[in-house]
């Protein structure tokens, strides 16, 4: 690599799915880390979701993105629309000629490495961020075989991991047999100072906060089942506010219905996060699965005091002096325990123990550290592939 290359400005190419959740506030933020350290940056995903959040972040971008946001269609399984979409990145990225085609999730991995498959003396380097993706998309099962043979077939065409999180790269490990052959490095997820500031709960309404997907990974039906739990058996109703959207609200909602809790659910939409944690005292994440999610991350550096399942890479965030605070995944009756002593913990305890998780994520998981170690992965692949 020559001096030129080490410092010149690079053309970077994000692909994904879905403006939607942690990959999308992941991509966000690498993306306008890279524009601030002055890169020209693109961003290349569906146009069928997100809404009109992501309408508006997309309008904020614009005059900062130098090659543009391009939306297409895709689905979020294997589909007729994928040959569409495959050759729309295609002819973006010869029209762009990106330095960096930095492919996120299992989509956005496959959309960006199948042309490097078949181009070994490409002027550009592929990098890869999983986020979960394939890797934890229902293990053993036959797609997920499936999936794992896709990912083999890409590791060839893929310059740089860059795993989010200790657990996805054990998963990549586990699944594919090894670690990958090429390139990889794990840069954590990271948060802004901004995001330390303490939240304010003076004017909290309610008791409990879900915040994320509505779907089934996120085991939104465990706790629903914990406060039917609650209720039945201590007689206690503390109000739940559900921020969040997905394929299985409809069902949820009716579940509340059915379990005799639906006075204590308030259902709303995706909103930003900080307003949403003002409104509770304590936040409940009931997953199955997850990575190294963005939304522990965020509650964890405002002081919120939480509940968790002890899945994926949250137990990377909690470290070793609180991750005996986690709980096993699908138990609704270690949740409604979980539940109970939070509500009896006095105030003071509860926020203290949060300001001490607080501490540790302030040390770890920084938002300039994983923009710089993102842009060091892209630098060390160029200079492998002798790209000047």
Do not use: W
């Amino acid at each position: 690599m020559t001096d030129n290359l080490a410092a010149r400005p690079l053309k970077i190419l994000h692909v994904f799915r879905a403006p939607l959740g942690g990959l999308f506030r992941h991509v966000l933020d690498v993306a306008r880390g890279q524009v601030e350290r002055g890169h020209n940056v693109g961003i290349f995903c569906d146009s069928s979701t997100g809404g009109a959040r992501a309408d508006a972040v997309f309008r904020e971008l614009a005059g900062r993105l130098a090659l543009g946001v391009t939306r297409v269609p895709m689905s979020r399984y294997p589909n007729a629309t994928d040959l569409k979409a495959q050759f729309s990145e295609i002819s973006l990225r010869r029209r762009l000629a990106p330095d960096v085609v930095h492919c996120h999730g299992s989509k956005g991995g496959v959309y960006g490495r199948i042309p490097a498959l078949f181009s070994p003396g490409r002027r550009y380097v592929t990098a890869y961020t999983p986020h979960g993706g394939s890797f934890n998309y229902k293990p053993g099962g036959v797609e997920h075989k499936v999936y794992m043979s896709v990912e083999r077939l890409l590791e060839g065409a893929t310059d740089m991991f860059l795993f989010e999180s200790r657990f996805i790269a054990g998963r990549f490990e586990a699944h594919i047999g090894h670690l990958p052959r090429t390139d990889h490095r794990i840069v954590l997820n990271g948060v802004s100072d901004a995001e330390f500031e303490p939240i304010d709960h003076e004017a909290a309404e309610f008791d409990l906060l879900y915040l994320g997907e509505l779907r089934s990974a996120k085991g939104v039906d465990t706790l629903i089942d914990a406060l039917a739990l609650l209720r039945r058996r201590d007689g206690l109703t503390p109000r739940i506010l559900i921020v969040g959207s997905g394929p299985d609200e409809s069902e949820l909602k009716q579940m509340t219905r059915e379990r005799g809790i639906a006075d204590q659910c308030a259902f709303e939409p995706p909103a930003p996060i900080r307003k949403a944690l003002a409104r509770a005292r304590a936040m409940v994440i009931p997953s199955r699965a997850e990575s190294l999610p963005y939304v522990i991350l965020e509650a964890a550096a405002a002081a919120q005091p939480l509940i968790s399942t002890d899945v994926g890479g949250i137990g990377e965030i909690y470290g070793p002096n609180h991750r005996q605070r986690l709980i096993p995944a699908d138990d609704p009756a270690i949740l409604a325990g979980a539940i109970r002593a939070m509500l009896e913990t006095p105030g003071p305890e509860r926020l203290a123990q949060a300001a001490d998780l607080a501490g540790h994520v302030r040390q770890n998981f920084r938002l300039d550290d994983m923009v710089d170690g993102v842009i060091a992965g892209y630098r060390d692949a160029l200079k492998t592939r002798g790209i000047v």
